[in-house]
């Protein structure tokens, strides 16, 4: 509950300058100030205002992550006939003419898939407004960076479906099986970013459990965000929309609070994304025969990313009260009434 100055005031009750205070203004001016500080629910009555922060050493993230980046385009061969003249050439199809200067692309639709376990400590913060007598909470401005320990390694793999092609430089045959990816290990891809943000303000239940003790459950609309490094080029994770629940306890003491939630998530989305992506060069593992290395360069368009993210988010988070902007003003004017009220007695 916000209170301003001006509506607790009567402009009939001015004093002008230089006019002296009767003893019956100052018991009004002095009641208007008392009504108006109960008025604004001074004490722990309701609607109080909280900024959280984030306790690093009590908040922390355990969970599977994984991300496909789902692509569609065409590989080719890195030869060139000036700049690289020995490289490998490409031509779709299983019969026909290779000739010595051809370097056909091949329509291939690949899908790369990163994974991994991370632990991280996390910091950030939030706002929280308590309605206690109302059995409700206001959150906002609920801002966490889930990777607070620092990068994450991720397996990383590529899928590949492609129509037949040959290769000179090595010589190799690539043979399509309908509906059956080629698979590909890559190594590592590192996970460097990974925020969740509020996207909106949401309400949520608050329920007491003991003196200055409540249960509370929240569920925050966020957009998750990050970075992740795969293949020599770092990929930005654009703004995926989720919902991230929140169930614990809030303890008040003074003016702090302090919330403490163990909450299991599962968060799954897909979105589509349609962006060209800069070439990307590719080292294929040669198949009939195998044993040689067949050096690519993929042109591809980003049409998706799939996210799955599922585990456990503990959040220790502690408040500091804020108060109202019109109640501190009206408790700047207190002592300045109990003068007057004083000097009236005189």
């Known amino acids: 509950m916000r209170c301003a100055v001006g509506s607790a005031v009567n402009p009939s009750h001015a004093v002008?300058?230089?006019?002296?205070?009767?003893?019956?203004?100052?018991?009004?001016?002095?009641?208007?100030?008392i009504a108006a500080l109960t008025a604004c629910g001074?004490?722990?009555?309701?609607?109080?205002?909280?900024?959280?922060?984030l306790d690093p050493a009590a908040s922390a993230l355990s969970a599977q992550f994984g991300l496909t980046f789902q692509t569609n385009g065409t590989l080719i061969g890195n030869w060139d006939a000036k700049t690289n003249p020995k490289g490998t050439r490409?031509?779709?199809?299983l019969f026909g003419p290779f000739g010595p200067t051809e370097n056909e692309p091949v329509a291939v639709q690949i899908a790369a898939g990163v994974s991994g376990s991370p632990q991280s400590a996390n910091t950030g913060g939030f706002s929280l407004s308590l309605n206690p007598p109302g059995g409700s909470l206001q959150l906002s401005d609920y801002s966490a960076n889930l990777l607070a320990a620092g990068p994450v390694s991720l397996g990383a793999e590529l899928s590949l479906l492609y129509e037949t092609f040959r290769t000179r430089n090595p010589d190799s045959l690539y043979i399509a099986v309908p509906g059956v990816p080629f698979v590909l290990p890559i190594g590592e891809a590192t996970l460097t970013e990974l925020t969740a943000v509020q996207t909106s303000g949401v309400a949520g239940l608050l329920t007491p459990s003991g003196p200055d003790l409540y249960d509370f459950a929240v569920a925050i609309p966020v957009s998750l965000s990050g970075r992740v490094n795969v293949l020599g080029s770092e990929f930005e994770l654009p703004g995926l929309p989720a919902v991230l629940p929140l169930t614990g306890q809030i303890s008040l003491k003074d003016d702090t609070a302090r919330l403490v939630s163990q909450q299991a998530f599962d968060l799954g989305n897909s979105v589509p994304i349609g962006q060209k992506l800069p070439q990307l060069p590719l080292d294929l593992p040669t198949i009939l025969p195998p044993g040689g290395t067949a050096h690519l360069l993929l042109n591809l368009v980003l049409e998706q990313i799939d996210v799955d993210f599922a585990g456990q988010l503990t959040t220790t988070a502690n408040g500091v009260l804020?108060?109202?902007?019109?109640?501190?003003?009206?408790?700047?004017?207190?002592?300045?009434?109990?003068r007057l009220r004083t000097r009236a007695r005189r």
């Open 42 to 53: 001074l004490g722990r009555a309701g609607g109080e205002y909280y900024e959280f922060t």
């Open 16 to 33: 002008e300058p230089g006019v002296a205070l009767s003893r019956t203004s100052v018991h009004q001016a002095f009641a208007i100030v």
């Open 90 to 93: 490409t031509k779709p199809g």
């Open 322 to 338: 804020i108060p109202e902007p019109g109640a501190a003003a009206l408790l700047w004017l207190f002592p300045v009434a109990l």
